[in-house]
């Protein structure tokens, strides 16, 4: 149950888009299309922003997109906003009823 | 409105006990899968443990057989027994709810937390 890597940091400016990725093994983000991702703002609870791999609840901006390569997912946020400061988390669901999240990424908007 | 809000944080000292809550209302807690997940202090988010709408229980390894996950479907509440806790359990504790689409494409309803400090 080894967290997932994603990196520490990435920034971007307004209006610009950016990439975060996630990455896993073949046991967790290799072997289901179930990662999920998350943002959360200083002091508050993490808010689902994918599911399913790609999938963006109701009431989500279609500025958030993910996808999924081997054992590697990614999160992009386009259109950068001063609001999407935050950190990201992504989870894998791991397998034997387990899931597994990465270590977390900041987002700051410059 | 779908929410849940948890309680029962607090501080412990090392080896002692504390039993978490989560108090759903919008919701039937016994018919979701429902998971509790930590965060420590300036660190990530970690997932601890998981029950099924069938009741099946399931853990991390770091808390596995110090820590029970139960519910009280009267009460429509979620729990969190902590026994032999331990410095590095110390962090906010977090209830949450599984999709209602599949189970496990991810967690739609978190609660703002409680927070646990293992501390002499």
């Known amino acids: 149950q080894s967290a997932l890597t994603q990196p520490a940091s990435v920034s971007g400016s307004p209006g610009q888009s950016i990439a975060i990725s996630c990455t896993g093994t073949s046991s967790d983000v290799g072997s289901y299309n179930l990662v999920s991702w998350y943002q959360q703002h200083p002091g508050k609870a993490p808010r689902l922003m994918i599911y399913?791999?790609?999938k963006r609840p109701s009431g989500v901006s279609d500025r958030f997109s993910a996808s999924k390569s081997g054992n590697t997912a990614s999160l992009t946020i386009s259109g950068l906003q001063a609001e999407d400061e935050a950190d990201y988390y992504c989870c894998s669901y791991a397998g034997s009823n387990t899931w597994v999240f990465g270590g977390g990424t900041k987002l700051t908007v410059l | 409105e779908v929410q849940v809000v948890e309680s029962g944080g607090g501080l412990v000292q090392p080896g002692g006990s504390l039993r978490l809550s989560c108090a759903a209302s919008?919701?039937?807690?016994?018919?979701?899968?429902m998971s509790w997940v930590r965060q420590a202090p300036g660190r990530g988010l970690e997932w601890v443990s998981v029950?099924?709408?069938?009741?099946?229980?399931y853990y991390a390894d770091s808390v596995k057989g110090r820590f029970t996950i139960s519910r009280h479907n009267s009460e429509n509440t979620l729990y969190l027994q902590m026994n032999s806790l331990r410095a590095e359990d110390t962090a906010v504790y977090y209830c949450?709810?599984?999709?209602?689409?599949?189970?496990?494409?991810?967690?739609?309803?978190w609660g703002q937390g409680t927070t646990v400090t293992v501390s002499s």
């Open positions: 919008g919701f039937t807690v016994s018919s979701n899968f």
């Open positions: 029950i099924h709408s069938g009741g099946s229980t």
């Open positions: 949450a709810r599984h999709t209602t689409v599949s189970y496990y494409y991810g967690l739609d309803v």
């Open positions: 399913e791999g790609s």
